[in-house]
C-alpha cells in the first residue's frame, strides 16, 4: 500500500512518497519490499506523478511504465504542455498497453500534479483506474493538502475524524452527508496552506509522511508504508526539484 501527499502552496507544490510495495494473493499479504519508486517527474516538465494502489500490472512495475510514457515527448516542445493534457495521455497511455486493467479488489490510482504551461499556479488531478475517471483535485489558484493510499492517519490528525466514521454515522445515526460536513468542518485543524512558505511546506510533508509511517511501525499488522521516503518541489523558478530521492547503493552489510 502506499501513502502519497500533496501541498499546495502559491510559491509551488510538495509532493512526496513512502516506498513500501506488498505482494498479495488471495491469502493476503505475501511480501512486503520497501524500495518501491512511486514519486516520478514527467521528462523535464514541470510536473510530477504520485502511484498508489497497485505496483506492477502483468509483471510491469508502474515506475517502468510511467518512465515509459515519459520518454515519448520531446524536451523542447512544452507549449502543449498542460497537466489536465498529461494526466489524459498517461491514462490513455497505460489503457492502450493493458486494457481493462485487472484490479481484482484492488486499486490503481495516480496523481499528477505541477504547473501547465504558462500557468502561474499549480494544480492537481487524480486518475482512477477503479471507475476510468480523471477528476480535478486542485484548481489553479486553489490550495492546500490531500493525501491518497491509506488516509486513516492524516485525517484523523488534521480534520479530526476517521474515514470510517463516515459510513458509521451514516448507517447507525442516520445523518446525512451535509450534517456530517458541517460537523466535521469544526474540527479542521486551521492551516494557511495558500500564504505557507515553501521550507515549511516541505517540514510539513515529512513530518506527515512520517507520522503516517510511525502507525505502521507500532500497529499490529504488515508495514504497508514505510521508509525511504521520496520528497520533490516543483516551482515556476526553478522547476523541479529533488528534495530526497533514494540512490541505488551496494548493500554495505554485505561487505
Known amino acids: 500500500m502506499t501513502i502519497c501527499i500533496a501541498i499546495i502552496t502559491s510559491e509551488g507544490i510538495v509532493l512526496a512518497t513512502d516506498s513500501a510495495s506488498t505482494l498479495v494473493n488471495t491469502n493476503g499479504i505475501l511480501h512486503v519490499s520497501p524500495h518501491a519508486i512511486k514519486l516520478n517527474q514527467i521528462k523535464n516538465f514541470l510536473i510530477g506523478t504520485m502511484t498508489w494502489g497497485l505496483g506492477s500490472i502483468n509483471d510491469r512495475t508502474i515506475n517502468s511504465l510511467i518512465n515509459d510514457f515519459s520518454r515519448q515527448f520531446d524536451p523542447s516542445k512544452q507549449e502543449d504542455v498542460t497537466v489536465e493534457n498529461i494526466a489524459k495521455k498517461l491514462y490513455a497511455f497505460i489503457w492502450e498497453t493493458f486494457g481493462p486493467i485487472p484490479l481484482s479488489g484492488r486499486k490503481l490510482g495516480i496523481a499528477v500534479g505541477g504547473y501547465s504551461f504558462g500557468s502561474h499556479f499549480p494544480e492537481l488531478r487524480e486518475i482512477n483506474f477503479e471507475n476510468n475517471t480523471i477528476k480535478v483535485v486542485v484548481n489553479p489558484k486553489n490550495f492546500g493538502a490531500i493525501w491518497f493510499g491509506q488516509p486513516d492517519v492524516l485525517t484523523r490528525?488534521?480534520?479530526?475524524?476517521?474515514?470510517?466514521?463516515?459510513?458509521?454515522?451514516?448507517?447507525?445515526?442516520?445523518?446525512?452527508?451535509?450534517?456530517?460536513?458541517?460537523?466535521?468542518?469544526?474540527?479542521?485543524y486551521p492551516i494557511p496552506w495558500g500564504t505557507?512558505?515553501?521550507?515549511?511546506?516541505?517540514?510539513?510533508?515529512?513530518w506527515m509522511i512520517y507520522t503516517v509511517i510511525g502507525k505502521f511501525q507500532f500497529v499490529i499488522g504488515p508495514p504497508i508504508c514505510s521508509k525511504p521516503i521520496r520528497v520533490a518541489v516543483i516551482t515556476q523558478e526553478k522547476g523541479f526539484q529533488w528534495?530526497?530521492?533514494?540512490?541505488?547503493?551496494?548493500?554495505?552489510?554485505?561487505?
Open 196 to 206: 505557507m512558505p515553501l521550507q515549511e511546506a516541505v517540514d510539513c510533508i515529512v
Open 157 to 188: 490528525l488534521l480534520r479530526g475524524f476517521d474515514p470510517e466514521l463516515i459510513n458509521y454515522l451514516k448507517t447507525n445515526c442516520g445523518l446525512l452527508d451535509d450534517k456530517i460536513n458541517e460537523i466535521y468542518s469544526k474540527f479542521n
Open 243 to 255: 528534495i530526497r530521492q533514494e540512490q541505488l547503493q551496494f548493500p554495505l552489510e554485505k561487505e
